[in-house]
């Protein structure tokens, strides 16, 4: 089968401008959601491999993140991305005429099931691969405590934008993957393209701040009846695997996979597994 080609376009939807990746193909199509800090490019590699499947997938740039829009500040974080994720839920499938299967990683992760407690959403299933929101976050610590990032914020004396690029570039390299040795050189530089002056990481981690009490308790699982995957790697040091138990515990039905060796990122770490469990996961009707 021809690989379908990746359509990047400027779109609105739930009223922010933002960016949207996008493959052709058959259903039921899926809605891909980024974590904190990143973007629709977090995507690609699971894209380019969907692209040769004929399955029709989606992604796009969250509120506040990559090149979308930014967000209300007199609202909560968790309810703009819902009404964004809601928006392109019922777009997908007005358009493929197919419930749609939402996942994400992270934050995006986090969507996801928020997502899926929306009963009147046109949505078949869930994918979340290491949602934030079970346990106490430590990964905005984790962050905050960077020593660059703290002289970067700290500091009066301007810092050149390549050097920005190059320690936000680190520290995602070093805190969100295993093993980087199968990680493009581009997927780091995308990544810290978005974080490339003082400006632009001191809102990110302002958003952060904000996060952090939505992030306590965010889901009511007994509003959840869609067939949920859940996906993790067992060396992520952002949000531990341990937090699945409480979707094993209220989803006992879950599908869980567990990658080896993999750290918070497998879209990019694992994408071909990650591909797989999709596909097997959601299989397009016979």
Same mark, same amino acid.
């Given at each position: 089968?021809?690989?379908?080609?990746?359509?990047?376009? $400027?779109?609105?939807?739930? @009223?922010?401008?933002?960016?949207?990746?996008?493959?052709?193909?058959? +259903?039921?199509?899926?809605?891909l959601l980024h974590g904190f800090a990143d973007s629709a490019d977090t995507w690609r590699m699971v894209l380019d491999?969907?692209?040769?499947?004929? &399955? &029709?997938?989606?992604?796009?740039?969250l509120p506040g993140f990559g090149t979308c829009t930014t967000i209300d500040p007199?609202?909560?974080?968790?309810?703009?991305?819902?009404?964004?994720?809601?928006?392109?839920?019922?777009?997908?499938? +007005?358009?493929? @005429?197919?419930?749609?299967?939402?996942?994400?990683?992270?934050?995006?992760?986090?969507?996801?099931?928020?997502?899926?407690?929306?009963?009147?959403?046109?949505?078949?299933?869930?994918?979340?691969?290491?949602?934030?929101?079970?346990?106490? /976050?430590?990964?905005?610590?984790?962050?905050?405590?960077?020593?660059?990032? $703290?002289?970067?914020?700290?500091?009066?004396?301007?810092?050149?934008?390549?050097?920005? !690029?190059?320690? =936000?570039?680190?520290?995602?390299?070093?805190?969100? #993957?295993?093993?980087?040795? +199968?990680?493009?050189?581009? =997927?780091?530089?995308? #990544?810290?393209?978005?974080?490339?002056?003082? &400006?632009?990481?001191?809102?990110?981690?302002?958003? @952060?701040?904000?996060?952090?009490?939505?992030?306590?308790?965010? #889901?009511?699982?007994?509003?959840?009846?869609?067939?949920?995957?859940?996906?993790?790697?067992?060396?992520?040091?952002?949000?531990?695997?341990?937090?699945?138990?409480?979707?094993?515990?209220?989803?006992?039905?879950? !599908?869980?996979?567990?990658?080896?060796?993999?750290?918070?990122? /497998?879209?990019?770490?694992? /994408?071909?597994?990650?591909?797989?469990?999709?596909?097997?996961?959601?299989? =397009? /009707?016979?």
């Amino acid at each position: 089968m021809a690989a379908q080609p990746l359509i990047e376009y $400027r779109d609105e939807i739930a @009223g922010h401008h933002t960016r949207v990746l996008e493959i052709e193909g058959d +259903g039921p199509p899926l809605l891909l959601l980024h974590g904190f800090a990143d973007s629709a490019d977090t995507w690609r590699m699971v894209l380019d491999r969907l692209s040769r499947t004929g &399955r &029709r997938a989606m992604a796009i740039d969250l509120p506040g993140f990559g090149t979308c829009t930014t967000i209300d500040p007199d609202d909560g974080i968790l309810p703009q991305i819902d009404a964004m994720v809601a928006s392109a839920v019922v777009r997908l499938a +007005g358009e493929t @005429g197919e419930d749609v299967v939402v996942s994400g990683n992270s934050l995006g992760g986090c969507a996801s099931l928020r997502a899926a407690q929306n009963r009147d959403l046109p949505i078949t299933a869930v994918a979340p691969i290491a949602p934030a929101g079970l346990d106490m /976050p430590v990964w905005f610590s984790i962050i905050e405590r960077d020593p660059f990032l $703290r002289t970067l914020l700290g500091s009066g004396l301007p810092i050149p934008p390549p050097v920005t !690029r190059l320690a =936000v570039a680190r520290l995602y390299r070093t805190l969100a #993957f295993s093993d980087t040795s +199968g990680i493009p050189p581009q =997927v780091l530089h995308t #990544f810290a393209g978005h974080l490339q002056d003082r &400006r632009s990481v001191s809102r990110i981690m302002g958003i @952060g701040k904000r996060l952090l009490p939505e992030l306590r308790d965010p #889901f009511t699982f007994e509003h959840i009846d869609v067939p949920v995957l859940l996906v993790w790697g067992d060396r992520d040091r952002m949000v531990t695997h341990k937090g699945s138990r409480h979707i094993l515990e209220a989803l006992p039905e879950t !599908r869980y996979e567990l990658i080896e060796g993999c750290g918070h990122c /497998p879209q990019l770490e694992t /994408p071909d597994r990650v591909v797989d469990a999709l596909l097997e996961f959601a299989p =397009v /009707p016979a």
